[in-house]
């Protein structure tokens, strides 16, 4: 993934997005193969992260949106796995800024959402002035 980073960093998108999907696609395999083992989710969720970054910078919204809901259905269930691990809350708590920030950049911020079956999809409104679900 070092080396999709510093494709970014030059400005070469796509070929970070095939590195980000390489390292991807191994760690997944490596879930996969030891799916109860909290290390490999680790790593495999920010690489998820990575793939969103540069599917979004390449203007493909969409596409950034699904990972990053990867990511954070990923980063969720770290969290819940362990509640007290600070590292989990604030990684999980990152990843739904990210996806907010993606949504925020769309026209209305409506154009993204829902994606169904997405890991946190919402149903409530929300009241602005206290952030909290309306009653």
Do not use: C
């Not at 989710?41 to 690489?47: N, V």
């Not at 992260?49 to 969409?62: D, H, L, N, Y």
């Amino acid at each position: 993934m070092r080396v999709g980073n510093v494709d970014m960093a030059s400005g070469d998108v796509y070929a970070a997005l095939h590195r980000y999907l390489t390292s991807a696609e191994a760690l997944e395999q490596a879930v996969a193969s030891d799916p109860v083992n909290p290390m490999t989710r680790r790593f495999f969720a920010p690489a998820l992260g990575k793939v969103g970054e540069a599917f979004e910078a390449s203007g493909q919204t969409r596409a950034a949106l699904e990972q990053y809901q990867k990511d954070t259905g990923m980063q969720r269930r770290l969290m819940e796995a362990d509640p007290q691990d600070a590292m989990s809350r604030n990684s999980y708590a990152l990843t739904l800024q990210v996806e907010a920030n993606l949504r925020s950049k769309t026209a209305t911020g409506q154009a993204l959402w829902p994606i169904s079956g997405g890991p946190h999809d919402r149903t409530e409104t929300l009241d602005a002035e206290s952030a909290k679900p309306a009653a």
